[in-house]
């Protein structure tokens, strides 16, 4: 009975301690640790907020699939700054659990949107997928006809509203501080959802003799992860700063409106915003969750953030060469065989300094 997926790696991501677990206990069957050790492993989760840890006792399976929606989220922000100086570690690593974020940058504001954008697409997927025990399709609107359109709801629409509230009651948790970056890292966890909401897709299927479209079925879809990730991207270079004010009498900040504007514009549900200016990601930085560019490949030729120049910081770059081995020229030859040169290019990588 081995049952140690893919799945329990992910989550040993996240879950140092599980994996322990799961590799000194030989073999275990997910369903078996999950009903055993809610407790133990929920215990064992550092970092966990209250309130995420009350969840996770009372949704071990769905643990699982927050932490691949982290995952998601995460592997999305690392495609989409690929080039840049800050290219999502430090931060990227520490969003949903573990240790609190001391970081009001733009780019923390990314981290939490496609987090919580990612954990919102993963349990609506399992959702969708029958992976999790009280959850299914929506069928809400099954059976209604679309009085302009002339179609009629069917088949397995995603339950978005699930998997959002799922992402709003864990992932929000996490904000106990009562602080401006609370109300920072909640606007962006919200705006993170919106856009994903936002961006659900119709499908349809004609029925009919021979692809005649006589009756029409439709039904909502999640986009591509990729697809957030670049209307996230494009957010994050417009994202806005924002002020916290303070309302007369409590002590704490309770609303954030725009720094540069008069009066007390608020920022759209939509934008991201951030309390701070962003450091040059230059040199290593723990408190700003910077790693620096050292050790960075960069482009020899290349104009934008991912050349030498503009990511080395004008420290320079070391060059290294190696030689590149490979088939080449292949023929065919009577009967039956192929044959083929070797071919050989020099090339070089170049890395910051
Ligand atoms: C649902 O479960 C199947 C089988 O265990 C797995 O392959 C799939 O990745 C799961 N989907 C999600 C979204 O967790
Ligand atoms: C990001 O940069 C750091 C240091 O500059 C490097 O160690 C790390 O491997 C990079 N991560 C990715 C995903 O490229
Ligand atoms: C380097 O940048 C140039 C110009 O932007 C581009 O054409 C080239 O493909 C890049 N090389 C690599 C290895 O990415």
Same mark, same amino acid.
């Given at each position: 009975? #081995?049952?140690?997926? &893919?799945?329990? =790696? +992910?989550? @040993? !991501? ?6 322990? $677990? #799961?590799?000194?206990? &030989?073999?275990? =069957? +997910?369903? @078996? !640790? ?6 133990? $492993? ?6 966990? =907020? ?304």
């Amino acid at each position: 009975m #081995l049952i140690v997926s &893919s799945r329990i =790696a +992910l989550l @040993s !991501v996240y879950y140092p301690q599980i994996f322990l $677990i #799961l590799t000194s206990g &030989s073999y275990l =069957a +997910l369903s @078996s !640790v999950v009903a055993l050790g809610a407790n133990i $492993i929920c215990n064992k989760i550092p970092g966990l =907020a209250p309130r995420q840890r009350t969840l996770c006792q009372s949704r071990p399976d769905a643990i699982i699939v927050i932490g691949e929606g982290a995952q998601l989220g995460i592997n999305e922000c690392q495609y989409q700054f690929r080039y840049g100086r800050w290219n999502c570690s430090a931060l990227g690593e520490r969003t949903v659990f573990g240790q609190e974020l001391r970081v009001g940058s733009r780019e923390a504001a990314f981290t939490y949107a496609i987090t919580a954008a990612g954990v919102a697409h993963s349990v609506t997927t399992a959702c969708s997928q029958g992976n999790l025990s009280q959850c299914g399709c929506d069928w809400e609107k099954q059976g209604y006809q679309d009085q302009e359109e002339g179609w009629k709801w069917g088949g397995c629409s995603a339950n978005i509203k699930y998997g959002v509230e799922f992402s709003i009651r864990f992932v929000d948790a996490r904000e106990i501080k009562k602080n401006a970056r609370r109300l920072m890292n909640l606007h962006n966890n919200e705006a993170g959802r919106k856009i994903l909401e936002q961006h659900m897709k119709l499908e349809c299927k004609c029925h009919g003799v021979s692809g005649s479209c006589t009756t029409k079925t439709c039904w909502t879809t999640l986009p591509k992860f990729r697809e957030i990730g670049y209307v996230l991207k494009e957010r994050y270079g417009e994202a806005v700063q924002v002020e916290p004010v303070q309302a007369s009498r409590l002590r704490q900040p309770s609303f954030l409106h725009l720094k540069e504007s008069r009066g007390y514009q608020k920022p759209t549900d939509t934008d991201l915003v951030y309390l701070e200016r962003s450091p040059n990601y230059c040199e290593e930085d723990t408190a700003t969750g910077s790693t620096g560019t050292r050790g960075r490949l960069c482009n020899h030729t290349s104009p934008h953030t991912d050349g030498c120049n503009l990511m080395c910081c004008g420290r320079g770059h070391n060059t290294h060469q190696y030689t590149r081995v490979w088939q080449c020229n292949c023929k065919f030859q009577w009967c039956c065989f192929v044959k083929c040169n070797m071919c050989s290019a020099r090339s070089e990588v170049f890395t910051c300094k």
